[in-house]
Nanobody
Framework: QVQLVETGGGLVQDGGSLRLSCAASGRTFSRYCMGWFLQAPGKEREFVAAMYWSGNPMGYADSVKGRFTISRDNAKNTVYLQMNSLKPEDTGVYYC????????????????WGQGTQVTVSS
């Protein structure tokens, strides 16, 4: 089982930027597809971005394409989500997730969740 801890959330103005981090630990973490999900107020958790530790493939929700970038630092066992041009609709709790494959992650079959980090974008 892999353990995940997110950091980096906060309050930012419309158009601003934030970088979220997800530190992973545990056995066989390198086999997992890593992703980010957003749970906006009153809504279900939804997919934002994902990638393998190998760097392939990468996928993004249409709503964040061109604004968000997922990346990883294998030496630090950390996955990042760089969020630029933030909008009020990006507000919510961001969760890091690990799944056995990109397909299972998109299907919501998650092996491990982080505790979540709050992002608030003010207008």
């Amino acid at each position: 089982q892999v353990q995940l801890v997110e950091t980096g959330g906060g309050l930012v103005q419309d158009g601003g930027s934030l970088r979220l981090s997800c530190a992973a630990s545990g056995r066989t973490f390198s086999r997992y597809c890593m992703g980010w999900f957003l749970q906006a107020p009153g809504k279900e958790r939804e997919f934002v971005a994902a990638m393998y530790w190998s760097g392939n493939p990468m996928g993004y929700a249409d709503s964040v394409k061109g604004r968000f970038t997922i990346s990883r630092d294998n030496a630090k066992n950390t996955v990042y989500l760089q969020m630029n041009s933030l909008k009020p609709e990006d507000t919510g709790v961001y969760y890091c997730a690990a799944a056995l494959s990109y397909t299972t992650l998109l299907a919501g079959r998650i092996s491990s969740w982080g505790q979540g980090t709050q992002v608030t974008v003010s207008s």
